[in-house]
Every structure is written in structure tokens, then in C-alpha cells.
């Protein structure tokens, strides 16, 4: 195990210092976020000692259920899907600090009755009454349920010496620029910008934090991070699994809207942004924001050159038959949603200039993965390149997301022994073995975050807009010049013929990660 030196990060001092007592309301207590990701990063912290001793959670839901008959359904979520084991003690200590109140959210009295049980459960575990209202629930309930808590006085005003009242939403943001708009704007009717902290998991994810130092608290890299030395990055994102039990939302999403305009979009942004000058959240945001307005707009027939979209057909996969995407539950058997999509992009400023992002991403491929790759540029044809048969594989810098987060570096090597014989080889780094514990949770840091009030990782208003506003001009191009039938990968194939022609067509060829 690698020993580990230096100091705490700034960010971190920070977020241990500020992380305030609170309670946390969960709209959507009883979905599927909450029992798999929510609970158990709560439960998390709790063991870590890193929540505030004084907190209290809330789940808020249709379902009647007891707080006992709630506690036992979350207890499954902990078994299945926590970074570490249930432990009894622990459980029972968290448990009394976690509650449950049924109702629907177009109904004012539910606002009314989680008002007079915040009272209460703040009074009993003398709380300070911050509140954190995290929206676990459909896109078409946040106009309703914002509007409930503001009507039941819940929402306190930002930047005055009352508690707080900070409120989580998740994707999807909308579907296009239009209805981004209409949620923002939804929200801003009851929250002040400095209040909503627009979640990507993505960002919370330590590999993704690791980025920024990678770029910014080394000397080697930034001097090469630009044109002159890189010759393309390829951002890959591929999924094992098939569209399951999401068929219904996939159906309406896509690979587009679900991966790129989002999680890929912050990979891209991570990579290609300017040193900030600060690490202030909104220096750091604005600088994401730069690349995002940087970006090319692909539209109109122009669609049909830069991106590529498919669908995985029916295969046999490990012995076992799986469907093609129009044969799957709950699918049209006439559907054009992409279940792949691979793009070309240009950040047309001046360190990227001429630089292609390859961005791909795609359910149904060969394992779950995601990585971003960094290759510089070939060198020159001379010395050990003389052969132009065989030219040496350039460098490259790989940062894998997930799963086995690290990086790993390509350089050329000599082999050992009296011929001199050259080969790349592979300085690996990887966190679970250099540091030995598995990473926190994204969504562990992030619920940190927000109780610190560190908005750093969230997504501002005019970013996610931004980035609608890009694929959207993708969206409108795909609709007007692109083909009925789509292209077809087999299940558990990297992807269409289609997609390799875009970035071979260039000399250039997709990684395998
Ligand atoms: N699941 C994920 O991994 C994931 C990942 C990223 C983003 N998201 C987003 O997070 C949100 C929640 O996802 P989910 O998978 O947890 O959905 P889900 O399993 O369907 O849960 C939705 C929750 O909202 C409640 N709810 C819905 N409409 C309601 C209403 N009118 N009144 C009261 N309660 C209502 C449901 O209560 P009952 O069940 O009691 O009816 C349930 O607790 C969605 O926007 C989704 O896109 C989810």
C-alpha cells in the first residue's frame, strides 16, 4: 500500500468545518433513489463519523407506512447496496433519527402536516432547523411540491440569519432547452439560485474530483494540456446492463439526454476547462461553464457528419439470449431511441483548437466502463519512430471513472537486453490498492456538500441550460436530416460499424477500455 503524505485537501478542511446540523426531508422517501443511494450514503457518513451529530431524515411518500414499517424496508436497501455492512448498533441509533410521513404533494395538507412533524422532531432532537429538501421524485412533481413548501411557510428566504432551506434536485433537468427553462424557472419562484443544488452524481465521484488535481497540483500536465501536444481525448461511458425496468423513461430519454447532455457533458467540461482562479464554487463553475459555451454547435444536417446513434439488436450473451432494444418490455417495437450514440466535438477556443473529443457512450456493450483518455500527439518520425510501418503508439493518459477507479500512463519503454527492442508499457495507479479503503459514495460527498453549503459539484441554472441548449440543436438536427431506422450494434458489441468510421475516418481508433 502506497504511504500516503501531505496535508488535507483545502476543499476538505472546508466541508468538515461547515457541514451543518440539519434535517434532511427526502421527497421520494420511499423510491428507488432513496433506499439505494440516499439511505445507505446517509448510513455511510453516519459509521465514517462525518454527518453532524445532530441530524434528523424524513422520508415523504405515497405509500402509508409506519416510521417502523419504513425503517424496515430501508434495512433491505442497507443489506443490498451499502459501502459497508449493516451493523446493528449503528442501525438502531440511525433508525431513531429517521422518520416517515405519507401523502401526495399536490395536496396542501401534506405540507401542513410535515411542517408540525418538523416542529416536533426539531424540538425533541433539538435541532437548529436547517433543512435540506432533497426532490427524489418525478420532474412533473417539483412545480407542485416547491410550491407546497413554500405555501406552508417552509422555505426560509437565502442569506438571512435564519436556518437554512436548501433544496437537491435531480436529473433529468427537463428534456430539451424549453422545459429546462420551465423547471428553473419553477424553482426560482421559490428558491434563490444560491439555495438549489442541481445534483450530478457524476461530479461527486472521487476519480472525477481527482481531475482537477491531476491537472492543477501537478507541473507535468498543464504545460502540454492544449493543442499543441494533445491530439484528441475520448470520453467512453458504456453500460452492461440493457434499458431493464426503465424501459418507460428510456423510451423518452435516449442515450443523448439520459448520458450526454449531463454526465458526459461535466466529463468533457472537467477536461477541457481553464485553470480557475479560485476554488470558490462559483469561479469553479464559471470556468465549467466557459467550455460549455465553447462548444460547437452541431445542427441541422451537420448532424448526420459529427454524430452517430444506434440500437443494440438481439444477441447471445455468457450463453444467455437477450433481446434487441425494440423486443424489450415496455420499448415501441417501432422506437428511434438511441441506445448508443457517439459524437465528435469540437471546444473551438483557443487551447482546443483543432482538438476532436470523441464522446461515446451506449447501454448493452461488452462491460460497464467509463473513462476518459488522453492521447498526445505522435512524435516526430525520426530516432526509435523511424519505421513508418509501424509508428509507436503515442502517450496517453487514461483516467478510469468506473469501476477500478485510477489512471494509468502509456510510455514507451526499452525492453530489457542488449537489442534495443521498444515497447509501451503502463504506470498504473489505483485508488482501492494505493489507499486501501473503497472510495466514499458520489452521493455520500455530495449530501456533505450540500450540508456545508458547498456548491461546487452542483450544476448552476446556466449550465444546465447551456448544455440543453447544445443538444438540443443535436435533438432538432436528428429530428429534421436523420434517418427513421436507426443503425444496429449487437448486444454486448462496442458499439456500429457507423461509430468507427466517425473517429477512423481520421487515422484515429477507439479504446478498448
Ligand atoms: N433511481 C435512480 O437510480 C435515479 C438516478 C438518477 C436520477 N433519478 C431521478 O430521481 C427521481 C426519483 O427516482 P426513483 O427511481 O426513486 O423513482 P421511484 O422509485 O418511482 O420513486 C418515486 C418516489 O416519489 C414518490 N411520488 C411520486 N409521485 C408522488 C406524488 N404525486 N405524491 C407523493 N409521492 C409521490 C413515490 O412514492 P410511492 O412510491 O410511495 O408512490 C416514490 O417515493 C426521478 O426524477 C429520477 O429520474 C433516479
Known amino acids: 500500500m502506497a504511504e500516503i503524505q501531505g496535508k488535507v485537501s483545502v476543499s476538505e478542511a472546508k466541508r468538515n468545518l461547515r457541514a451543518q446540523p440539519c434535517t434532511l426531508v427526502i421527497f421520494g422517501g ?18 465514517d463519523g462525518a454527518l453532524p451529530p445532530d441530524y ?29 455492512p449493516l451493523r446493528e448498533d449503528r442501525w438502531k441509533e440511525f433508525t431513531s433519527r429517521l422518520f416517515y410521513l405519507a401523502g401526495e404533494f399536490d395536496d396542501a ?65 427537463g428534456r430539451d432547452l424549453a422545459s429546462a427553462q420551465q423547471i428553473n424557472s419553477t424553482l426560482s419562484k421559490v428558491f434563490d439560485e ?5 445534483i450530478d452524481h457524476y461530479l461527486g465521484k472521487e476519480t472525477v474530483q481527482n481531475l482537477l488535481v491531476l491537472r492543477f497540483a501537478n507541473g507535468i500536465f498543464e504545460p502540454l494540456w492544449n493543442h499543441k501536444y494533445i491530439d484528441h481525448v475520448q470520453i467512453t461511458v458504456c453500460e452492461e446492463e440493457g434499458v431493464g425496468t426503465r424501459a418507460a423513461y428510456y423510451e423518452e430519454a435516449g442515450a443523448l439526454r439520459d448520458m450526454v447532455q449531463n454526465h458526459i457533458l461535466q466529463l468533457l467540461c472537467l477536461v477541457a476547462m481553464e485553470p480557475p482562479w479560485s476554488l470558490d464554487p462559483d469561479v469553479v463553475r464559471n470556468t465549467r461553464l466557459e467550455v460549455l459555451r465553447s462548444l460547437r454547435p452541431i445542427t441541422g444536417a451537420d448532424v448526420n457528419t459529427y454524430t452517430v446513434r444506434a440500437q443494440y439488436s438481439p444477441a447471445v450473451i455468457k450463453g444467455v439470449e ?134 461546487t459539484l452542483f450544476m448552476r441554472r446556466d449550465a444546465v441550460e447551456a448544455s440543453w441548449e447544445w443538444v438540443t440543436g443535436i435533438l432538432e438536427g436528428w429530428q429534421k436530416h436523420g434517418t427513421k431506422w436507426l443503425p444496429e450494434y449487437s448486444a454486448g458489441s462496442w458499439g456500429p460499424v457507423e461509430a468507427d468510421r466517425l473517429i477512423e475516418e481520421e487515422q484515429r481508433r477507439w479504446r478498448m477500455p
Open 56 to 84: 434528523a431524515v424524513i422520508g415523504v411518500g405515497r405509500h402509508q407506512m409506519s416510521d417502523t414499517e419504513f425503517h424496515a424496508s430501508l434495512r433491505e436497501g442497507i443489506v443490498k447496496h451499502s459501502r459497508q
Open 322 to 455: 437477450v433481446p434487441g432494444y425494440r423486443r424489450e418490455q415496455r420499448v415501441r417495437p417501432d422506437s428511434t431511441t438511441e441506445t448508443f450514440v457517439a459524437l465528435k466535438v469540437f471546444v473551438d477556443n483557443w487551447r482546443w483548437a483543432g482538438v476532436p473529443f470523441y464522446l461515446r457512450t451506449g447501454k448493452r456493450m461488452p462491460k460497464r466502463t467509463t473513462e476518459i483518455a488522453v492521447q498526445f500527439r505522435h512524435i516526430p518520425q525520426i530516432l526509435f519512430n523511424a519505421d513508418l510501418a509501424s509508428p509507436l503508439e503515442p502517450n496517453l493518459l487514461a483516467l478510469r471513472i468506473q469501476p477500478e477507479e485510477g489512471f494509468s500512463f502509456r510510455i514507451i519503454s526499452k525492453l530489457p537486453g542488449s537489442k534495443v527492442q521498444i515497447h509501451p508499457v503502463n504506470m498504473d495507479f489505483q485508488y482501492g490498492t494505493a489507499y486501501g479503503a473503497a472510495s466514499p459514495e458520489a452521493y455520500e460527498r455530495l449530501l456533505l456538500d450540500v450540508m456545508a453549503g458547498d456548491a
Open 30 to 47: 420511499s423510491g428507488d433513489l432513496a433506499s439505494r443511494k440516499l439511505i445507505p450514503a446517509v448510513y455511510n457518513l453516519l459509521l
Open 194 to 198: 444560491s439555495q438549489i443544488f442541481r
Open 109 to 173: 395538507g401534506t405540507f401542513q402536516e410535515l411542517k408540525a412533524r418538523l416542529e416536533k422532531i426539531e424540538r425533541q432532537l433539538i435541532l437548529p432547523g436547517h433543512r435540506i429538501f432533497y426532490l427524489a421524485i418525478p420532474p412533473t412533481s417539483i412545480a407542485s411540491t416547491s410550491q407546497g413548501l413554500h405555501q406552508a411557510g417552509l422555505v426560509q428566504p437565502a442569506n438571512n440569519s435564519a436556518p437554512f432551506s436548501r433544496v437537491i434536485v435531480e436529473k433529468p433537468i
